[in-house]
């Protein structure tokens, strides 16, 4: 048994609820030589997430998943952490209303699953209303970073966590666009897909968020180490005061 697959709803039901083609099946449950490697490394990010929880013995009660997606985080944050997830993102109505009800039904918790279709530069919601914001590979496709910033510590409690997952672009990273090519996924293989707004380069990304959140811990995933071997930097962050 894969052991990261704990940190996933079963893929039965995945199969049973989204469509054969699907991009969440593609990144976290594919198959093949390819498709097992790709979802070794998001299930790995997934993990990282409760990893940094966890060693820190965070507890947050309101999750919320910028750029949310699959809502994918959503299983180990309410079956795990145990807190009210609510995921934000410009897609289509019916495509989050497909995650959103695999994300209830993968779920075994109580705790609720939320959705709201908004843009990051406009949250919608109440300020100072979550304690742990998660930010998966989402600010670097930001034309205008700081203005998601502002949004986060707008909603963001006095004492809130920030979890962020942005690509290293390294030779490892370009590569593994090579791969999302094979699954059939229209990905361009030059640099400017990531960073190519106002802030160019992961570490010129950390460096704006640290005016705003202080830097508690960092990770390369999947493989660790040094960030030449690996795809993404996971950074747990608190917000300063």
């Known amino acids: 048994m894969d052991p990261l697959s704990e940190f996933l709803p079963e893929k039965r039901l995945a199969q049973l609820l989204l469509p054969h083609n699907d991009h969440c099946l593609l990144q976290y449950y594919g198959g093949g030589l390819v498709g097992?490697?790709?979802?070794?490394?998001?299930?790995?990010?997934?993990?990282?997430i409760l990893d940094f929880l966890v060693s820190r013995g965070l507890r947050p009660r309101r999750a919320l998943d910028l750029?949310?997606?699959?809502?994918?985080?959503?299983?180990?944050?309410?079956?795990?952490?145990?807190c009210?997830?609510?995921?934000?993102?410009?897609?289509?109505?019916?495509?989050?209303?497909?995650?959103?009800?695999?994300a209830e039904r993968g779920s075994d918790s109580r705790q609720s699953v939320n959705v709201v279709r908004a843009s990051i530069y406009d949250i919608p919601l109440i300020p100072e209303s979550f304690d742990l914001i998660i930010a998966l590979d989402t600010l670097e496709h930001l034309q205008d970073p700081q203005r998601a910033i502002d949004q986060i510590r707008r909603v963001s409690t006095e004492d809130a966590c920030l979890i962020v997952s942005l690509p290293l672009e390294s030779h490892l990273q370009r590569l593994s666009r090579i791969g999302f090519r094979l699954l059939g996924k229209k990905v361009p293989l030059t640099v400017p897909y990531h960073y190519a707004g106002g802030v160019k380069g992961w570490k010129a990304m950390l460096r704006t968020l640290d005016s705003d959140w202080q830097t508690?811990?960092?990770?390369?995933?999947?493989?660790?180490?040094?960030?030449?071997?690996?795809?993404?930097?996971?950074?747990?962050?608190?917000r300063r005061s």
Do not use: E
């Open 36 to 48: 097992s490697a790709h979802s070794y490394i998001f299930r790995k990010r997934i993990q990282s």
């Open 67 to 82: 750029g949310c997606g699959s809502m994918i985080a959503s299983y180990v944050l309410t079956k795990y952490v145990g």
């Open 84 to 102: 009210v997830y609510v995921g934000i993102d410009v897609l289509c109505h019916s495509d989050l209303r497909k995650y959103a009800t695999f």
């Open 216 to 238: 508690v811990r960092r990770r390369y995933s999947p493989v660790g180490l040094v960030s030449h071997l690996n795809i993404n930097v996971l950074v747990l962050f608190r």
